[in-house]
């Protein structure tokens, strides 16, 4: 990429976006697109002459080499490090950074005769340079393609306009333009594009991930089974698509932890090609074969490095004026200067490796930003094409390679040879409409392809045939992919509109792939389907515009009942009224409760009234919603009424009755309650970070019976209430749904909508979020090779960095504080270490001295025999006396992914709820790590780590509950309140999960007036068993 030149005079800190003023111009109308300080848009002649480009352009190009830096003296890289930090965490402009380098290369000429000649001679002292030389230049990893206004056809990157014979588009019938003429001084002109999109090299990408240390291990051998590692795997053959997804499961009782759990993985295959082939060969006129020369396939994740990755597209809305809240996600964006009541929408395409880990997967380190869309409006399915086919192009280059089953050869850390690296695309966890435009697939509104993996129409969602998967007639991707196909060369429009009516698909590019499936492999988004659309619409649609909440004080216990609720610290913010829940992680935790906070609003007597609540008044808006509501229910039911009747499943007298006779919705209380229930707690149990085949089908078993229910009581559903029946067979072929829906690449979505834009249009903002994602990866790596490196100066050069990190998080500087969230995030895997030391303490003094003594004895009994304080040894050998000194007490303990903290402290008190052996609740006093040495000093100390609990006491006098039936499945429990048992000492791993706990009143025959009830937050597996704890 050509750089600026940048000389004393020139502050290039006016080019950040960081340092405009954003409100300076709000009343100044500006231009389309602003030409005037394009950080991207640089011609041959602005190069400086100190500056040595990297490569030729390419993104992919030197990617592999180590950044010059290190291969200059540690001198010189420690004051690039200085100017690098003067920078970005100091707001140094390039001017001061160039001086200050410039001293130091002088001083270094006095001071060091070693560096004297050609080591200082090859110093750079312009901020631009110096970042190339440290790695840290995110435009060397980026492509701007130069797109049509129109049908955004890509006409080469920004830095070859010049090249282009005119500012017309390539394509035969559009009209649109590629550039525009600037002036500029002495009568100059300069070709400026109209629209940009910046773009980033998945297998660029690839080839720096792999120079990580340990990376190469860990992706390589993460998705692998036992049969998958062992020799023979390349004539292991991949796993046939089972008729019954339970099939390939041992038994129901196998635990899900990961989308490696899942058969889906050992179903790809490696080899394949994909193409047309006659109708004598297939019905569908396309298939995926073996490529040439190959006899059999072979099982994908069984490849020395087999990448699998997830696509995630998303687009949302930057405000002008103020700040725009996404209604889905809350993400608040920063305004941008073009004409009032207008928005800019901006899109990003994420791509995450499966391969990694869980608790890393959706770290912005190891998530590719591969390209930001461009504004103002969405793309057309056609626009979007023209966007991703070099993505898909290098998928089909991962995939197949120059030769049979090559893929790519990279460097690998520590390795000297280059290894072999494969890559396909295995699923696309974009929201719905996102989802079926870059799949070609026919929106989710239509009627007759409101599900893409069934048949099922939009007007059965009054029927109770809708929610049981057993009644489905799944649809043929094959099917899809045909008809993608035929629309692919087809110049009549109208022809290709008759297929997109009747048959509901469009050409995409990702069907140039092999293995890619446009609907199985388009998983239904629990985030937003389950939580945002599901959750809300029983809460705002049946509950509140239902009105079945308008009692007297119903609302008022409701909210109380809320505020009440104790949250674990590490949940977030929480809402303390029904008005304020608005995202999709507030409606996820606001399920967990939800049957107890109803319970808490319209219990009478401790049971839940089996009468109908009272209807809205008349002339209110309640009326109106529900009168809203009931006419679209009877919409849906005589369309289905008719439906069936071409079916001959009802009679023409049927039809005409359900058309003359609406139907109102059932109003029973005990029975809509009896719904949410079930609802919530398959729910729960189908996010979960693990599960099993038995526990999935029991959560598809209370949904079905919930939404029949609901459809016999004419309630109005929406369609994603059918999506997620589908829920149970993608976990059996994914895993759990949090190994890959949609929370992680929304969090991206919120780091990009914090980075600060001067909101310039034409590209400029796209491009700077694409900078801003680019750099927080360039600066994990380049702490990562300060690190490894042996030179006593990295090291303070490290730790400086260190040191900008935590100041840039205290000071909210959104493009750097990441590095310091990634390495805490990489510190944090499931482990039993204890947090936040505190001086050793005397055991005594607290009065739990008993309780570690006996824990410590029991757990060491093979090694020791342990004697309390004030017993003599007798002189024997083995028998050693527990002091009560060696013991320090901590504030928390991160342990499988989750953090449990202390009540005694203020900071651990949040987190200080907790569950052990799976059902039973208990608050964390303290936190011990215990130490004991040994009386023989050749010996090595006695360590252990313990928690002091009290645990909760449950009744058999406390009343039945609503939920008792369905207790286990909801994680919620009763106790008795502020009552606690005898204090106990137990192992870290006891933990299991922490609960939110909630006071509730009692009936007055209850002995007590109110009790606590504990819900689980998740269901966490014990590595040590097959069990699945509560």
């Known amino acids: 990429m050509k750089e600026l030149d940048i000389d004393d005079d020139d502050d290039e800190r006016s080019l950040s976006d960081e340092d405009s003023d954003v409100d300076e111009l709000e009343d100044t109308p500006q231009p389309e697109i602003d030409i005037t300080r394009d950080p991207f848009r640089y011609s041959t002649?602005?190069?400086?002459?100190?500056?040595?480009?990297?490569?030729?352009?390419?993104?992919?190009?030197?990617?592999?080499?180590?950044?010059?830096?290190?291969?200059?003296?540690?001198?010189?890289?420690?004051?690039?490090?200085?100017?690098?930090?003067?920078?970005?965490?100091?707001?140094?402009?390039?001017?001061?950074?160039?001086?200050?380098?410039?001293?130091?290369?002088?001083?270094?000429?006095?001071?060091?005769?070693?560096?004297?000649?050609?080591?200082?001679?090859?110093?750079?002292?312009?901020?631009?340079?110096?970042?190339?030389?440290?790695?840290?230049?995110?435009?060397?990893?980026?492509?701007?393609?130069?797109?049509?206004?129109?049908?955004?056809?890509?006409?080469?990157?920004?830095?070859?306009?010049?090249?282009?014979?005119?500012?017309?588009?390539?394509?035969?019938?559009?009209?649109?333009?590629?550039?525009?003429?600037?002036?500029?001084?002495?009568?100059?002109?300069?070709?400026?594009?109209?629209k940009v999109a910046p773009y980033s090299s998945l297998e660029g990408f690839v080839r720096r991930t792999l120079l990580r240390p340990g990376k190469y291990d860990v992706l390589r051998k993460h998705l692998q089974g036992p049969e998958e590692r062992e020799a023979d795997g390349e004539h292991l053959a991949p796993l046939a698509v089972p008729a019954d997804p339970l099939d390939p499961f041992p038994s129901s009782t196998v635990v899900l932890r990961d989308i490696k759990d899942g058969y889906g993985l050992r179903t790809l295959a490696a080899g394949l090609r994909r193409r047309a082939v006659p109708k004598a060969e297939s019905r569908w006129r396309v298939r995926d074969e073996p490529a040439e020369g190959v006899e059999t396939t072979r099982r994908f994740i069984s490849l020395p490095c087999g990448l699998v990755f997830l696509l995630n597209i998303d687009w949302w809305a930057q405000g002008f004026i103020r700040p725009f809240v996404c209604a889905n996600c809350c993400h608040r964006f920063q305004p941008m200067k073009k004409s009032r009541n207008k928005t800019h929408s901006t899109g990003a395409i994420y791509l995450t490796m499966v391969n990694n880990p869980e608790t890393i997967r959706f770290l912005p380190s190891e998530m590719h930003l591969a390209i930001v869309i461009p504004g103002p409006d969405e793309p057309t399915l056609e626009q979007l094409n023209e966007l991703i086919s070099p993505l898909v192009d290098e998928f089909i280059r991962l995939y197949e390679g120059s030769k049979l089953l090559a893929g790519i050869k990279a460097r690998v850390h520590g390795l000297q040879e280059q290894q072999p690296v494969n890559g396909m695309l295995y699923l696309n966890t974009s929201d719905l409409p996102a989802s079926r435009k870059v799949s070609g697939l026919r929106g989710h509104s239509s009627e007759e392809f409101m599900c893409a993996w069934c048949e099922m129409r939009m007007c059965t969602l009054s029927h109770e045939r809708c929610f049981d998967r057993q009644d489905l007639t799944l649809r043929n991707d094959w099917r899809f992919i045909k008809y993608a196909f035929r629309t692919r060369g087809l110049q009549d429009m109208q022809k290709r509109d008759e297929i997109w009516v009747k048959r509901g698909a469009r050409w995409s590019e990702l069907n140039r792939m092999p293995g890619w499936l446009p609907a199985q492999n388009s998983p239904y988004d629990l985030m937003h389907g389950g939580f945002l659309v599901v959750v809300r619409h029983m809460v705002r649609g049946i509950l509140i515009k239902g009105g079945l909440l308008t009692g007297p004080n119903v609302m008022d216990k409701f909210n109380d009942a809320l505020q009440s609720v104790v949250w674990p610290s590490t949940i977030g913010r929480t809402p303390d009224k029904l008005e304020n829940v608005t995202k999709a992680d507030h409606y996820k935790h606001l399920a967990l409760i939800l049957p107890v906070l109803l319970y808490c609003a319209l219990q009478e007597d401790g049971h839940i009234p089996n009468r109908d609540a009272p209807l809205p008044r008349a002339g209110s808006d309640a009326e109106g919603y529900l009168a809203k509501m009931e006419g679209l229910y009877n919409k849906h039911r005589v369309k289905d009424f008719v439906l069936r009747y071409s079916q001959k499943k009802v009679t023409k007298q049927e039809v005409t009755y359900a058309r003359d006779n609406p139907v109102s919705m059932n109003r029973n209380l005990s029975q809509h309650y009896d719904c949410i229930?079930?609802?919530?707690?398959?729910?729960?149990?189908?996010?979960?970070?693990?599960?099993?085949?038995?526990?999935?089908?029991?959560?598809?078993?209370?949904?079905?019976?919930?939404?029949?229910?609901?459809?016999?009581?004419?309630?109005?559903?929406?369609?994603?209430?059918?999506?997620?029946?589908?829920?149970?067979?993608?976990?059996?072929?994914?895993?759990?749904?949090?190994?890959?829906?949609?929370?992680?690449?929304?969090?991206?979505?919120?780091k990009l909508s914090k980075m600060r834009t001067n909101g310039h249009l034409g590209g400029e903002?796209?491009?700077?979020?694409?900078?801003?994602?680019?750099?927080?990866?360039?600066?994990?790596?380049?702490?990562?090779?300060?690190?490894?490196?042996?030179?006593?100066?990295?090291?303070?050069?490290?730790?400086?960095?260190?040191?900008?990190?935590?100041?840039?998080?205290?000071?909210?500087?959104?493009?750097?504080?990441?590095?310091?969230?990634?390495?805490?995030?990489?510190?944090?895997?499931?482990?039993?270490?204890?947090?936040?030391?505190?001086?050793?303490?005397?055991?005594?003094?607290?009065?739990?001295?008993?309780?570690?003594?006996?824990?410590?004895?029991?757990?060491?009994?093979?090694?020791?025999?342990?004697?309390?304080?004030?017993?003599?040894?007798?002189?024997?050998?083995?028998?050693?006396?527990?002091?009560?000194?060696?013991?320090?007490?901590?504030?928390?303990?991160?342990?499988?992914?989750?953090?449990?903290?202390?009540?005694?402290?203020?900071?651990?008190?949040?987190?200080?709820?907790?569950?052990?052996?799976?059902?039973?609740?208990?608050?964390?006093?303290?936190?011990?790590?215990?130490?004991?040495?040994?009386?023989?000093?050749?010996?090595?100390?006695?360590t252990a780590s313990c928690a002091i609990v009290s645990p909760f006491v449950t009744d058999e006098d406390l009343p039945e509950m609503p939920w008792d039936l369905l207790a286990a499945d909801s994680g919620t429990a009763i106790w008795r309140h502020e009552t606690f048992g005898p204090q106990i000492a137990v192992s870290l791993t006891r933990l299991t999960a922490h609960f939110l706990l909630v006071p509730i009143p009692l009936p007055q025959r209850a002995p007590w007036p109110s009790a606590w009830v504990t819900v689980s937050v998740d269901l966490v597996s014990d590595p040590r068993s097959d069990q699945v704890l509560n």
Request: charged letters at 25%; glycine letters at 6%; a negative charge.
């Open 765 to 942: 903002l796209e491009g700077t979020l694409m900078r801003g994602w680019i750099n927080q990866q360039l600066s994990l790596e380049l702490t990562q090779r300060l690190k490894a490196s042996d030179e006593e100066l990295d090291g303070d050069a490290l730790r400086l960095l260190e040191e900008c990190t935590d100041e840039a998080k205290k000071a909210n500087d959104t493009v750097h504080v990441t590095l310091a969230e990634l390495l805490k995030a990489r510190s944090s895997l499931p482990s039993t270490a204890p947090m936040d030391i505190n001086a050793p303490g005397n055991l005594q003094r607290t009065g739990i001295y008993e309780l570690a003594f006996e824990f410590a004895r029991d757990a060491w009994q093979d090694d020791v025999e342990l004697i309390p304080i004030g017993h003599f040894t007798g002189g024997r050998a083995n028998v050693e006396v527990f002091g009560a000194l060696n013991v320090r007490s901590h504030h928390s303990v991160s342990f499988r992914g989750s953090q449990f903290g202390a009540a005694c402290s203020v900071n651990g008190k949040g987190t200080s709820l907790a569950y052990i052996d799976g059902r039973q609740a208990v608050r964390i006093d303290r936190i011990l790590d215990i130490k004991h040495d040994r009386r023989d000093p050749a010996l090595p100390a006695l």
């Open 677 to 750: 229930l079930r609802v919530c707690a398959a729910l729960r149990m189908w996010s979960s970070r693990s599960t099993t085949p038995e526990e999935v089908l029991r959560a598809e078993s209370h949904y079905s019976i919930a939404c029949q229910t609901w459809a016999q009581m004419h309630t109005l559903l929406t369609l994603y209430f059918h999506h997620i029946i589908h829920s149970t067979p993608q976990i059996l072929r994914l895993g759990p749904q949090p190994s890959f829906w949609l929370f992680g690449p929304e969090r991206a979505n919120g």
């Open 45 to 194: 002649e602005d190069r400086d002459e100190d500056e040595d480009p990297d490569g030729d352009g390419d993104p992919v190009a030197g990617v592999e080499k180590l950044p010059k830096a290190f291969a200059e003296d540690a001198r010189i890289r420690y004051a690039y490090i200085v100017a690098y930090t003067m920078h970005t965490f100091d707001n140094a402009t390039d001017r001061a950074v160039k001086r200050y380098l410039k001293g130091q290369r002088a001083y270094l000429a006095r001071t060091a005769p070693d560096l004297a000649g050609q080591p200082l001679a090859d110093m750079v002292v312009t901020r631009r340079a110096m970042q190339v030389r440290l790695g840290m230049a995110p435009d060397k990893h980026i492509i701007f393609w130069v797109l049509c206004n129109k049908c955004w056809r890509r006409h080469g990157a920004v830095i070859d306009i010049n090249d282009l014979p005119s500012e017309e588009c390539s394509r035969e019938d559009c009209d649109g333009i590629v550039f525009k003429l600037a002036d500029r001084s002495e009568g100059r002109q300069k070709r400026v594009p109209v």
